[in-house]
């Protein structure tokens, strides 16, 4: 079966079809392939269609959860006092006990990789103080990564009246979230056990790509009576990676077939083009007002564009913005943009500095002043 969808792709590689003009995801009723650097879309369906997402909400209460770890207000090793609500919730399950003290780095556990209900809830009390905070920290969240079309109810992504989400913005939450590092550690766990109220429980990936798809390291998987089937998947090859989101599929089965149909076409007809490295880019500015004028300054990433294979001249330009900055500066401070134009779209790369700059007494910066007017020579 795969080696006759690989001699289709090869087939319409050679026939130069662009991914609008077929139907990557048939069984799907809306679907988004992006990459993930610069969110550049290589397949389309219906992706501003409003749905309901089932446990694919879930990515949004793992990002927020990553968030609060990265500003230190919780750790993994907390332990969460379980409520009679997170207890009761109904679904998928790890079982938590109502009284109970369960590890934070378990229900993130449960929540990635067996989509437990319970473990959500209990994760969004903690991390938002309650639910109702929690859902508002949600959508505010949403509207901050730019989801025009989304409204969270909960954190679990069971049926509610007004939750709902669309496979673009889905493909937002997604983006941020991979982020962080320890998000695919979790979702790319095929199985592992977990110790609650004293037992082991056994924890198996809703998303069974992760097994027998060689690549796909997550990302989570849903269902309801009225989402249908949904899956938000990514993989990495050659230095690219990409996400791929189907929704109202009709089986476990279909929303597979298209989640391999979608990458396969993505990675033969796509690639990812260094421009700039940050590792290689080094530039300076002066601020007058810093112990030492002549300030270095890095990209914070590497600069790429995602390239169509079939397309030979691959045409771009870069803009320079520095601001107007003065000291003192804080390590990986912004300083300014760069900004590269390609296929019609502008994406920007933050300019940072790489440490503290401290500001100069008066004194100097006046030293500095007199000897620049003396000299006749104005730095710039």
Known sequence: MKKLFLCLILI???MNIKAEEIDLAKNAKSAILVETTTGKIIYEKNKDEKRSPASMTKMMTLLLTMESLENGNIKLEDEV???KNASSMGGTQ?????GSKVKLETLIKGIGIASANDAAVAVAEYVGGTLDNFVKMMNDKAKELGCKNTSFKNPHGLDEEGHYTTAYDLSLVARELLKYPYVLKITSTYEDYIEVS???HWLVNTNK??????GIDGLKTGYTDK??????????????RLVSIVMGEDSKESRNTDTISMMEYGFSMYGSESIIKKDKFEESMIIDNAMNREVKYYLDKDVNIIVNKNVKDVKYDIEKELYDVKAPLKKNEKVGNLKLKYDGKTYNYDLIVKEDIKKN???????????????GVRLK
Do not use: P, Q
């Not at 790890?94 to 109502?98: A, G, H, L, M, S």
């Open 12 to 14: 319409l590689f050679l």
């Open 81 to 83: 006092n379980i409520s």
């Open 361 to 375: 007494s008066y004194f100097k910066v006046f030293n500095n002043l007199l000897s620049d007017i003396i000299s």
């Open 198 to 200: 004293g037992e082991n």
């Open 227 to 240: 989402a249908l089937y949904c899956l938000t998947a990514t993989m990495e090859k050659n230095s690219m």
């Open 94 to 98: 790890i079982f938590i006990e109502e």
């Open 209 to 214: 790509l992760i097994r027998f798809y060689s």
